[in-house]
């Protein structure tokens, strides 16, 4: 199993511009969340998906947007890129049911210029 | 909304020390999360608990639900423990409306 796969790993924008932020899971979880990573700040919920077809908001979501046509992929949308959206990115899923361990990608780190 | 508070925020100890790190909550939980980054930035989950205590290696974290608090230990520590370790709380289903985290104890370890 790959586990949680994001890309890309780097990323520098624009102001204004748009990018999405791809990830992907191999273990069939029906869970799938985004974080952002701030210093000094714990990591803070953008979006979540409890299955294909099904994406709630968190505690962030201004600015981005998100979609699940599939349980593999939660693909992560800026639409115009701002400063304040300059942060590390992590993608994590897991289960709904059993340990409800969390596997998180290994991050996307975006410059927004 | 929950609010996640850890101590202390930065701890340097000597190798072989015994290490301590708590975590306390506001709100009635489902689950918490003890998680580890190291420097370069992935996250590995390292318990998840509703109840008591659990155990993996060198490592051991408790739960008290009545006073909305837990603890991670390290024994024996090794410079390879070095890394921030963050507490996080689940609502519902273990997490599965997000979860929120604390800011992370930066924890090194001197040979």
């Known amino acids: 199993n790959a586990g949680v796969t994001q890309t890309p790993k780097f990323q520098v924008l624009k102001t204004g511009q748009s990018m999405t932020l791809q990830c992907a899971q191999d273990m069939n979880h029906e869970y799938m969340s985004w974080y952002r990573q701030d210093p000094g700040m714990g990591l803070r919920l953008i979006h979540y998906?409890?299955?294909?077809?099904?994406?709630d908001q968190g505690e962030v979501p201004n600015g981005y947007n998100v979609s699940r046509s599939t349980t593999e992929d939660f693909p992560l949308r800026l639409l115009s890129a701002a400063p304040s959206q300059t942060s590390v990115y992590f993608c994590?899923?897991?289960?709904?049911?059993?340990?409800?361990?969390?596997?998180f990608g290994p991050g996307t780190r975006l410059t927004v210029t | 909304k929950n609010e996640v508070e850890q101590s202390p925020q930065n701890l340097t100890a000597q190798e072989g020390e015994f290490i301590t790190i708590n975590c306390s909550y506001s709100?009635?939980?489902?689950?918490l999360h003890w998680l580890q980054q190291h420097p370069g930035g992935g996250i590995v989950s390292l318990f998840m608990?509703?109840?008591g205590k659990k155990k993996h290696g060198r490592l051991i974290a408790t739960i008290n639900i009545q006073e909305k608090h837990s603890s991670l230990h390290i024994t024996a520590s090794h410079p390879r423990d070095s890394a921030v370790y963050i507490c996080a709380v689940g609502m519902s289903g273990g997490g599965a409306d997000g979860l929120t985290f604390g800011k992370g104890t930066h924890l090194i370890i001197q040979p």
């Open positions: 608990l509703s109840s």
């Open positions: 994590a899923s897991t289960r709904l049911a059993g340990s409800y361990e969390q596997y």
């Open positions: 998906s409890v299955g294909a077809g099904i994406t």
């Open positions: 709100v009635g939980i489902s689950a």
